[in-house]
Each structure stands twice: as C-alpha cells, then as structure tokens.
C-alpha cells in the first residue's frame, strides 16, 4: 500500500499556502449540491458542520449525547495555545511549532503541525468573534499562561472551563446553521458502519439510541470527529460516553490505525480511591503553573504534610529538571511520579500520589488570585476529597488522559480511504508520541475551523456518482449491525459489561500502561484474546434490541475495545524505543529517561486490518528537514 502523506511542495512556512493555492474549488452554488455526514459534536465535530453549514454544504451532524454540547470537549479545563505572543516573552509561530515537535518526541509530522501552529492565532480570533468569555488582563488584552513543555506563555483560559466555553461557541454557530436548515442535527444516534462504495465513503449505518432503530445515512464524503479512546483503559478521565467504535469500524472497513500506543497518562489527576470508581478526574496542568510537587524524602514518611519540614521534602521535578521545573511535559512529569511512589516515597493512603502545593503561591499572591485563577477546580477537587487545597496539598497521580494515536489521514486530513476524512482526537496527525498541554482543543478547531473547510472542497470537486441508501452496500452494512446486536443480545452469560470493561482495563494498564516491557506485553497479547473470547461467550446483555439500552450501546463499545487493545499492545511490541507517551522498559538512559532510536523507528506505525489474520504494518517514514533530532532534555 502507498501511503501518500501529500505533503506539499515548498518551504515549511509556505506549504499551506501552496497547497491551498492548488486545491480545486466547488463553485458556490454547486455546494448546495452536495450532502456530508459529520460524526460527532466535540470541539472537530461541531466546528466542521458548523463551518460546512456556512459555506453551503447540506450537513448531517451526529452525536451520541442527548445535545451536541455534552460532547466530551466540554470537559476541557486548562486552556487552548497560540502562538499570539501577547505577553510578548518570546512566542512565535515558529517555536509553537518548535515546542510541538520537540514535545512529541519528534514523532509527527513537521508539515502538519506547522499548519497548526500557523493557524493557531485564527482559531483565537474565531473564538473572540463567537464572543467565547477568555480571561484578560488589566488592560483588556486575553490573558495567557503557562502550559507544559514550553517556556512561554501562550494558553488562553476561560477560567478553568475553556472547552465548555469554546464548546458552546462552536455549538451556537452549529445551532445558526441548523436553524436555517443548512444543518440537520441527529442527537442520541451511535454510528456502527461505514458504507463503502467503489471504495469510497459513501455513508453510515447506525443506531438510533432512543428507538433502537438502525438507519442509514448516504453523503458524498464522511468525516469523522469521534474522539479519543482513552477508555479502553477502563479509568481514565475520559467521558464515559468515549469510545472507539466509529473509528475502529472504519478500520475494520480498511482505514489504517496509526501509532495506537501513543497513550497520554496525564499527571495531575485525582488518585484513585477504590474499586468503586468508574472514571477518573482531571486537575488541569494549568495548577501546575503555581503548584509545586513533592513527597518526603524518606520512604514511608507518615506525617501530614504540614509536620514535613522545607528540608525533609524533595520538590523532585525542580531538582531533576531546573529549567522547566513543575511545568515539564506530561510524560516527563508523569514518569517522575510513577518512579518517586515505586520508591517508596508516595503520599496518602494507597502510596500512590504525590503532593501539589499551593502554600508558597498562596503566601505569595493571596488566596484571592488563586480563587480567580483556579476557583472550579480547587472546588472540584474538595467535593471529590473532602479535602480543602486551600489548606492541605492535593494529591494527585497519573491517569489516562488522551491518545495520540489515531485513523492514519495525509495532510488534508483524509484517511486512506478515498472520502473519509478525520479530524480531532479520532486522527494521529500532529502531537507525535506526546501531546503539549493545551494543544488538542488547538488541533480540533483547526481541523474544524480551517482545514476541512478547504480540503473537502478538492475531495468533491471530481466526485460523486449519486447513490442513495437502497444500494446494496448500505443493505449488507445493516445486515452486520443487526447481526453483531443480535450476537450480544442471545448470549444471556452470567458477566456484566462493567466487569469485562474492569478488566480489560487493568490488563491495559499494568501492561500497555505507564511503562511496557517485551515479556509484559507478550503476556497482555495472550491474556486479551482469553478474556475476549470469554467476553463472546459469558457477558449478560439484557434488554432488546429495539429499545433505550444502555448495556447493549456499552457491550458494542467494548467488543471494538478488546480488538483495539490487542492493536495497543501489538504496536507497543513493535516499537521497542521509548518516546513520548510509549516508554519501553528496555530503551532508557543511564538516568531513567526515555531513550529514543530514530535510526529504526522515525516512522507513523499505520496497521491494517486483516481480519482474523496478522494484522499488516505500514511505515510512513517521518523526515525532519526544518527541527534537529535531539534526545529531548528539559534540564
Ligand atoms: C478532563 C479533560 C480535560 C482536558 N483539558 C484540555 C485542555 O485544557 N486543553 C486541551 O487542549 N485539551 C484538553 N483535553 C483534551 C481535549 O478535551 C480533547 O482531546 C478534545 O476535546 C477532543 O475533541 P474532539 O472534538 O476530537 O472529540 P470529543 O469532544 O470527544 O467529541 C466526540 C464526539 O463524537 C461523538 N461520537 C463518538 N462516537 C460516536 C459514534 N459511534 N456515533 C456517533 N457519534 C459519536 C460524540 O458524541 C461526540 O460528539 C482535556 C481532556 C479531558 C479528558
């Protein structure tokens, strides 16, 4: 297979340009002509259709969630980067692009995320018109702070709810568009298959989830904005709605899955408290700005944080990393967290956390400040503890967060299936085995805002015969939708989904987790098939078919997880480097940090499926021809 990334010609800074220069147009008043399907709502999603809208296109617009505006993006806390360079300390187009390369551990693709950083100013302006409520400073101007990974200040907030606010600014743009009929909006609807037609993208089957009832939906191109699926995990910060389905079936209709072991495990997050939990929450990385991390020095040290003395403390990340302190990258961070609690030396009752301090920033700015900088979040974390961070450290300790990993697109974001493009979370394109804080909400919109709206256009310029939902293609995917729904519902064994769903998770995390070995992950590779097959022959799915039914929604979500995972896991085999999120046990320096091996692996690793079979590897080498390789060091 030839993966043709279609990287344009011409210096970095230009090859948006030209590529935008080249691509073929649709006339105004032939869009109306044309009919796409955008999946999903999140941040990509309602951006795209809202976007489309405008520009003439008929739209479907589909999300699981009772409203477009409960989509995961919702829950974003800390911030959306660009490179505006208000506080004028040195920000630039150019060390955006920089900071993200570097920070991705040199696995992405330069030309993308260049374009990213490029566009990442428009995506502010967009979201001021939109009248979304950023923090300014005294002046008026939007105010910035500090992300991780960066020696700028670059992030703009609304408080600690910058992807509610953003939301809600896509949502109404998107709610313009469906009030003019430009948009047709279908809510509570689960997308199983992606039709295929002469190899083209040329629909979806799904799930009505109120009625049960399977529909069909014909377009001349789909895209794709279904997020990540951080919750094959089973805890992770994730919505629990988040999920793989959409994606993974379009892999299964022959779209190529990229880099899935490019997990984020994000380091500031509630610890978990018992076997009660469901999911995990987010203390934004913004705190980590005014907080500072420590545990004792000595190993099981009990006392209370208050009796620990200035010298019996080790504010580990600034000793280890002077340069970038508290604010190293996520992986860094999260590592160093791991590997002060396997000493020995974590804090609170499982051992398995580290103190985020809040008392010099207090002493320093007032309790006030803080109260305006991080008011939701402290509060947040209050009702979950019972603990007032005001007065005692949080605790915190990493958790599944987001994964770089994705459907493979080129650089018009077009997957390798002809009219299938994927935008958001679900793709692999810019953030390489490590995502900047603050970058994903920066990613979605661009692709939303200001790529897909350009890019589709030279899709659909030649394109397509018209087809409608009696073509036997459509006819055949509802066939395997009814078939697999009916498969669940007649197995009445004894497991709950939750329970398959837990230990799935576990096996994820103890092996496919934090950090991965060969013989760790040759045993994850036995264990996943087992407890699949188990899963096919003992899982109680109660409930019909055609009605609201929760369980089954979730037993169609895990059985896509248990084939994903295997795909995570085989990945993680492969690569046997360290970078980013992916640390291989086998590949670290002498001082326990990741060491990577650009001789071998400086490529997107792109699986395709085959079935029972093997699954097929292919490689699109990564050239770096503007950033220097550099064994990343943030000392
Ligand atoms: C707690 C938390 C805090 C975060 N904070 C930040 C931050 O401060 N800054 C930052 O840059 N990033 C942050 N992130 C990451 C960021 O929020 C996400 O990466 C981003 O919002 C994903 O947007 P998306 O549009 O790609 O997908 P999502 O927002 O996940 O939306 C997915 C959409 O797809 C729909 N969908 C899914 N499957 C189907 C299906 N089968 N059929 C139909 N519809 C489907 C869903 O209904 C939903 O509408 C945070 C993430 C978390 C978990």
Partial sequence: MNLDSRIPDGPIEQKWDNRKRDLKLVNPANKRKYNLIVVGTGLAGASAAASLGEMGYNVKSFCIQDSPRRAHSIA????????????????????????????????????????????????????????????????????????????VSRTFYARGQTGQQLLLGAYSSLSRQVSTGQVEMHSRFEMYDLVLVDGKARGIVGRNLVTGEIERHVGDAVILATGGYGAVFFLSTNAINSNVTAAWRCHKRGALF????????????????????????????????????????EKGDSRSPDQIPEEDRDYYLERRYPSFGNLVPRDVASRNAKQVCDEGRGVGPTGLSVYLDFTDAIKRLGEN??????????EMYERITGENPYKVPMRIYPAVHYTMGGLWVDYDLMSNVPGLFVLGEANFSDHGANRLGASALMQGLCDGYFVIPYTIGDYLADQPEPIDISHPAFEQSEQQVREQIDKL???????????????????MWEYVGMARSESGLNKVLEEIPKLREDFWQNVAVPGQADQFN??????????????????MARDA???????????????QTEDGEALRRDDEFSYVAAWEYNGDGEPGLHKEDLTFDNVKLTQRSYK
Avoid at 369 to 378: A, D, H, K, P, S
Avoid at 550 to 567: H, I, T, V, Y
Avoid at 578 to 584: A, E, K, V, Y
């Fill in 76 to 151: 974003a806390q800390g911030g959306i980067n660009a490179a505006k360079n208000y506080p004028n300390d040195g920000d630039s187009v150019w060390r955006l692009f920089y900071d993200t390369v570097k920070g991705g551990d040199y696995r992405s693709r330069e030309a993308n995320v260049h374009r990213l950083a490029q566009l990442s100013n428009n995506i502010i302006d967009q979201c001021v018109a939109q009248g979304v409520p950023f923090a300014r400073d005294y002046g008026g101007l939007l105010a910035n702070r500090s992300f991780g990974g960066a020696q």
């Fill in 258 to 297: 990229a880099n899935p072991c490019y997990t984020q495990i994000h380091p500031t997050c509630i610890p978990v408290s018992g076997d009660h939990q469901s999911k995990l929450t987010l203390m934004s990385e913004s705190l980590r700005n005014d907080g500072r991390v420590w545990v004792p020095k």
């Fill in 369 to 378: 400040v803080i109260r305006e900088r991080y008011g939701n979040l402290f």
């Fill in 489 to 507: 519902l007649s197995i009445n064994g004894k497991k709950t989904v939750r329970q398959y769903q837990r230990e799935l998770g576990l096996l």
């Fill in 550 to 567: 929760k369980n089954l929604e979730m037993a169609g979500r895990l059985a896509d997880f248990f084939e994903l995972g295997e795909l």
């Fill in 573 to 587: 085999l492969n690569r046997s480097e360290s970078c980013g999120g992916h640390f291989r046990e086998e590949s």
